[in-house]
Nanobody, 123 residues
Framework: VQLQASGGGLVQAGGSLGLSCAAS????????TAWFRQAPGKEREFVAA????????YYADSVQGRFTISRDNAKNTQYLQMNSLKLEDTAVYYC?????????????????WGQGTQVTVSS
């Protein structure tokens, strides 16, 4: 299984950025997916998750109302739309695929990880 994240970059505070993660190697539509992030000197943290069909989504409190996770099973791709970005959103963002069909907040539920894409928010 390969997960290829893209879309990171440099953006000013208050701006928007969209991430994508293309998957290959197994039936994408059967599994929950998520985004995590890791800032320098900090542990990896949960950002958002979505169940296999997209019916259920979950967000960290810090991004609720600003970020939107979605997926297109026909394209084997998940997305993260980030709006109203803050300095504290600066991190490497990782996409992940679960071992089950549900979305989950804990990294232990995820068996496959992308390589990460850098998001930098400037003032």
């Amino acid at each position: 299984v390969q997960l290829q994240a893209s879309g990171g970059g440099l953006v000013q505070a208050g701006g928007s950025l969209g991430l994508s993660c293309a998957a290959s190697g197994r039936t994408f539509s059967r599994y929950g997916t998520a985004w995590f992030r890791q800032a320098p000197g900090k542990e990896r943290e949960f950002v958002a998750a979505i169940s296999w069909g997209g019916a259920n989504t979950y967000y960290a409190d810090s991004v609720q109302g600003r970020f939107t996770i979605s997926r297109d099973n026909a394209k084997n791709t998940q997305y993260l739309q980030m709006n109203s970005l803050k300095l504290e959103d600066t991190a490497v963002y990782y996409c992940a695929q679960s071992s089950t069909g549900r979305g989950a907040r804990t990294p232990d539920e995820y068996v496959f990880w992308g390589q990460g894409t850098q998001v930098t928010v400037s003032s």
